[in-house]
Structure formats: structure tokens, C-alpha cells
């Protein structure tokens, strides 16, 4: 007698939804992405949705991610013995249960007030890799105490001051992350009119930069700024809005809000942000150095040129992360699943190859791997949940990928993502 089938984890949360189907009970949080995001809208601030989910420019970017997906049809193939499905793959030597990760993304507090602790308590139960964002809301330690020993990386933001890049770095390492992530298209901030269009940057009102006011060299880069005698708050009116922008930079600011409300330092650290968070002049001989000041996997995201991949190669980095930055920074980019088809084979076996930009379903990471992706990250989906029902949002949301990615290996024939390949794709 064959050994009895194993469900998979797609057929578990297929029936498991099913089951409470019976009972009347629909699931919290929408298992398609239509409904997922529409939801969301609702329930967002303004100022979260246009930071979330608003693109460079007119958007062209977002949409050609969208329809470079629809260029790739799925060819199916049949009567293969897919009873058994192993969705795990090994990054950096560690085998994690599924080839996505959790993306980096600043900020999140517009969205849920737990923001990044929520995403790492979803990870952490999935054991996905969270990759901590520059930009979080909760700093890298705190969330590495939700995590355990989940797997985590960090992604970093090239700062004008080299001391606080090596602080960061040296703090990523001690929170045990498994990469460095040197975000390379970010490099000067894209023009993005739904955030313009409300004057709204929540940095400058102290959200998104924890992992700079819990870090010991920004805060020296901040008592020295005060020091100086810099007037942070000399050409500002003072209206509501004003006020409610000290307030909320106080309140983010290490210390008691009444203590804040009486010192410069709150101010003069979000003022010390924007002018040092990140290097216009970065270049490929910075990049060298990185491996004398840390000994973990470095991966470059913003790679969307295969003269970018090879130098990449040649410069010895471990790994690329082909994006876009989901359409945030260069309105009529291409597409970063085309600049995945391009890249992945000329580089394949050099270094390892992740994927972002436009992932929204477990179909659509069947299409990333068979293009050539090690892994792909998924972004704004989660966020997503993360509005919804904060972190088990979250974990919705990514078990659904993962469900509709284990079904869809399996009815295309595949036991494995390993067995991937392009022979899976059509052109549409």
C-alpha cells in the first residue's frame, strides 16, 4: 500500500476555511487581493493609504508591474506525482519553511499602531524571514525579542555619516540577522503626489525613524546638532498643525513626553534625519568596504540592469534583489519581473536572486521562481492586513500566498520549487 498522501498546506487552509464555511463564519480577512486591498482603503488614513499604497508619479511603474505578470502564462502539467510538496528552500544556510520573505517597509504605524512588531510576531509564527526595514517604527531590538529564533535580516540605508552605518550594522548582527540588505534605489526620495498632494512625509514627524533614535551614534549625531545651537523650529508658523507635529515627534522620541515637550531634541532629531538617512553620492568602491565591517550575506536591492547584476557579481556581494521598490521611486520604470527575466539567467549560480515588486498572490510567485528567483519578497499585501487585523492580518495574508502557492505547484505538476523552471511559462 502507498504511504497516505500528505494534505499540504494548501489543502489544510483550503478545508480549514471550508469548515468554517459551514458554520457561517467567512474568513476576516480577504483571501483574493481585489477585496484584500479595497478593504484596506477603507479602513486607512488618508496620509497611511497615500504612503502605502500611492507610487511615483502617475503610477506607471505600479501598473507595468502589474502587466508584466500578465505577459507569463502558467503552462500546467500533468500526471506527475505531486501527493508530496516541500515548499521549503535553503537561504544562507538556513532552510526556511518558504521561499518568501516579509519585505521591508517603513513606516507602518500610518497603517496599524503596532506596525513592525506586528509583522514579526506573523513572521515569526510562519518562520518567514522578516527583512527589518531603516525605516521601522519599532526598533530592530524589540523585534527581535517577538521573533525568537525566527529568521530575520536587515535592510540597510546608506547614511551620510559612516559611524551610524557601522552602528547599524553592528546592531543587525548582534539582533542575529542572517543579510544585510543595501537598498540602492532610494538613494534620493521619488516624487510621489499622493503624499505631496497632503504635504505629508511621516518622518518629519518623527514616524519611521526608531531605528535611528534608538541608536546610540544618531542620538550623539542629535545632542551634537543641539549643541551647535541649531533652531529647528525657526521658519515654522506655529498652527495646530504644527503642534500636532511636536506632539507627535515627542511622543516618538526616547523619553517622557513631557520632557520632550520642553527639549529641542525631538526636532532636531528629525531634522538630523532628513538631512543624513541616505547618500546621493553611493557608489560601487562604498559598497567594497562593506566587507570589512561585516561579516553577514550582503544583497543589493534596486537591481534592475544586467550590467548592475554582473558588476554585482564581480564585486563578490551574495545576493540581488531585482526591484523596483514596488513603484515608488521612478514613474515609467521597467518592470521588475522583466528585468527578472533578463537577469536571473545570466547571473544564475553566482549569487542568490530575490524578487520583489508586484508580488500579490502564491500564482504570481510560481512566475517570479520560474523566471529565475531564489525567493521573492511580498510587500504591500501584508500591509494590507496589517490595516485589517494587525498582526494576525498579517499572517492571513501570507498563509494565503503560501496556500495558493502550494496548490498551484502541485496542479502544475511540481513537488517542489526547486523544480521551476521556465518551462513552466508562456509568454500570454
Known amino acids: 500500500m502507498p504511504d497516505e498522501p500528505a494534505a499540504g498546506i494548501g489543502r489544510d487552509r483550503q478545508s480549514a476555511i471550508y469548515r468554517d464555511g459551514v458554520s457561517g ?30 507610487g511615483a508619479g502617475d503610477g506607471a511603474t505600479m501598473r507595468a508591474n ?118 540602492l534605489d532610494t538613494t534620493l526620495l521619488g516624487w510621489r503626489p499622493q503624499d505631496l498632494n497632503l504635504g505629508s512625509l511621516p518622518f518629519a514627524r518623527g514616524q519611521g525613524i526608531a531605528q535611528y533614535t534608538s541608536d546610540p551614534r544618531f542620538r550623539e549625531m542629535v545632542r551634537e546638532r543641539v549643541a551647535r545651537g541649531a533652531d529647528e523650529a525657526s521658519d515654522v508658523r506655529v498652527t495646530v498643525a504644527a503642534i500636532r507635529a511636536l506632539l507627535s515627534m515627542s511622543r516618538r522620541y526616547p523619553g517622557s513626553l513631557l520632557r520632550n515637550l520642553r527639549s529641542p531634541e525631538p526636532r532636531a532629531a528629525v531634522q538630523t534625519f532628513l538631512d543624513t538617512y541616505s547618500r546621493p553620492s553611493l557608489n560601487w568602491s562604498d559598497l567594497a568596504t ?45 518592470a521588475a519581473l522583466d528585468a527578472l527575466a533578463e537577469i536571473a539567467p545570466v547571473v544564475d549560480g553566482e549569487l542568490t536572486v530575490l524578487f520583489d515588486s508586484g508580488i500579490r498572490s502564491g500564482a504570481d510567485v510560481v512566475k517570479a521562481l520560474a523566471l529565475g528567483a531564489d525567493a521573492v519578497c511580498l510587500g504591500r499585501p501584508y500591509l494590507y492586513g496589517l490595516a485589517l487585523a494587525g498582526a494576525e492580518g498579517v499572517r492571513a495574508v501570507a498563509a494565503n500566498v503560501l496556500a495558493e502557492l502550494d496548490l498551484t505547484l502541485g496542479l502544475t505538476g511540481h513537488a517542489s520549487p526547486a523544480e521551476l523552471t521556465r518551462d513552466a511559462l508562456r509568454p500570454a
Open 25 to 54: 463564519r467567512k474568513p476576516a480577512v480577504p483571501t483574493d487581493f481585489r477585496t484584500l486591498e479595497r478593504r484596506a482603503r477603507r479602513k486607512s488614513s488618508a496620509r497611511g493609504w497615500a504612503y502605502v499604497a500611492g
Open 290 to 334: 562593506l566587507r570589512e565591517r561585516t561579516s553577514l550575506p550582503i544583497l543589493l536591492k534596486g537591481v534592475l540592469h544586467l550590467d548592475d547584476a554582473r558588476r554585482a557579481v564581480d564585486a563578490g556581494v551574495d545576493g540581488i534583489v531585482v526591484s523596483n521598490h514596488g513603484g515608488r521611486q521612478v514613474d515609467g520604470s521597467v
Open 66 to 183: 502589474r502587466a508584466a505578470f500578465d505577459r507569463w502564462s502558467i503552462v500546467p502539467r500533468m500526471l506527475r506525482d505531486v501527493s508530496r510538496r516541500d515548499l521549503s528552500v535553503e537561504l544562507f544556510d538556513r532552510r526556511i519553511p518558504a521561499p518568501v520573505l516579509f519585505a521591508p517597509v517603513g513606516a507602518a504605524e500610518l497603517i496599524h499602531p503596532e506596525a513592525d512588531l506586528a509583522v514579526a510576531k506573523a513572521a515569526a509564527e510562519l518562520g518567514l524571514p522578516y527583512v527589518f526595514s531603516s525605516q521601522g517604527c519599532v526598533p530592530m531590538e524589540e523585534c527581535t525579542a517577538a521573533m525568537g529564533e525566527s529568521p530575520r535580516w536587515f535592510q540597510l540605508y546608506w547614511s551620510t555619516d559612516e559611524e551610524l552605518v557601522d552602528s547599524l550594522l553592528s546592531r543587525a548582527q548582534h539582533c542575529g540577522a542572517d543579510a544585510i540588505v543595501v537598498t
